[in-house]
């Protein structure tokens, strides 16, 4: 008989209620792989928007179980698959299945978790530190006294993007809930403006002496985006890393653009990735994770049955910083 493990599993697109904790078998690496025993595992927008069916560019399988960031133990190879991953700590990115207690991956889409780090972070700062970082310092220049948005400023994002801002001398203003509002003033955050009011582009310009910002860094995108062009500084960059509100923001205005002088773009971590070997072989940011100068805002922990309720408080904005998955927890590790 087969080995099965727990695992939340989508058998088709569509809402949180999609999601059923089930028992089925435990994967098998084919060549190139690794299995990894799953120790923690990230609530990851992607997941959301694979399990409703939103990113054509990435394959889905169905049956689909969510956890494109995660991290564990490799525990057995595929065919002519390195020997020397067993027992390894790895952190797993852009490949789907964390969501259970095993997990498969090629190899390409692994890579040893550094020393030094425990797993909980250790499981969860890299997507969100790297576009932060990646977005500050290769899409566009922050500079001391710059004058920064983040939208979701109170998400993981928007939380790491303001402390690397802060760094820099930069100014941050948030927009987010005022419900939380605290948990983002307490990384740094200068100025703070409920996401929901309706002259939220207004109150910039306030706090910025009518000049406008130096960086908008937007991951919600939907209507209201259309107000970044019109607060974006001269010289200034808008740069866009998602769409969580849901649809896309209005076509950009280029005569604007020019009469600003001013900047739009996006940005995508794995693209980068893909790219660039060295985007995730950056000392300096291993370095600010490891000593806690940078803190990664883990601000809740789940089990896998918890998962369907996680991804339905998501949905309605009400999961703060990055909310973690326990699956088997402190695995130790080695050989």
């Keep these: 008989m087969a080995e099965t493990m727990r695992a939340v599993v989508a058998d088709k697109t569509g809402g949180p ?15 190139g792989e690794v299995r990894i025993k799953v120790a923690y595992c990230s609530m990851n927008p992607m997941d959301v928007f694979a399990r409703q069916g939103k990113i054509p560019w990435m394959r889905v399988p169905m049956p689909f179980i969510p956890g494109i960031e995660h991290a564990g133990v490799v525990d057995k190879v595929g065919e002519g698959t390195d020997k020397s991953w067993i027992g390894k700590r790895v952190h797993s990115r852009n490949w789907w299945g964390g969501n259970a207690e095993y997990s498969v991956a090629p190899t390409t889409n692994i890579m ?3 020393d030094g780090l425990d797993w909980k972070t250790g499981s969860v700062y890299m997507g969100m530190t790297y576009t932060a970082y990646h977005t500050l310092h290769s899409a566009c220049r922050v500079r001391k006294d710059d004058w920064c ?3 979701s400023g109170a998400g993981p994002i928007g939380i790491m993007l303001t402390q690397i801002a802060k760094e820099a001398g ?3 203003i948030g927009l987010c809930s005022p419900a939380k509002f ?3 003033r307490s990384f740094g955050t200068d100025h703070l403006i409920d996401a929901n009011s309706d002259d939220w582009d207004k109150q910039v310009m306030a706090l910025t002496g009518g000049m406008g910002v130096d960086i908008i860094v937007d991951g919600n995108q939907g209507p209201q985006a259309a107000k970044n062009v019109e607060i974006i500084a001269p010289g200034g960059h808008v740069v866009y890393i ?5 649809s896309p923001a209005p076509d950009v205005p280029v005569r604007a653009l020019i009469t600003k002088s001013a900047f739009v773009g996006g940005f995508n971590l794995p693209l980068l990735e893909k790219r660039r070997n060295d985007a995730r072989d950056v000392k300096q940011v291993l370095e600010n994770i490891k000593s806690g100068k940078w803190r990664v805002p883990i601000s809740e922990e789940v089990t896998l049955d918890g998962v369907p309720d996680l991804h339905r408080r998501f949905a309605d ?3 703060k910083g990055r909310a973690i998955i326990k699956v088997g927890g402190e695995l130790p590790f080695g050989k």
């Design 17 to 31: 209620e999609v999601l059923t904790l089930q028992t089925v078998a435990v994967p098998e690496p084919g060549p």
């Design 112 to 114: 040893p978790m550094a």
């Design 149 to 151: 948005l983040f939208h």
């Design 170 to 172: 930069a100014h941050v």
């Design 182 to 184: 605290d948990y983002a």
């Design 242 to 246: 998602g769409a969580t509100a849901g």
């Design 317 to 319: 904005r009400k999961v």
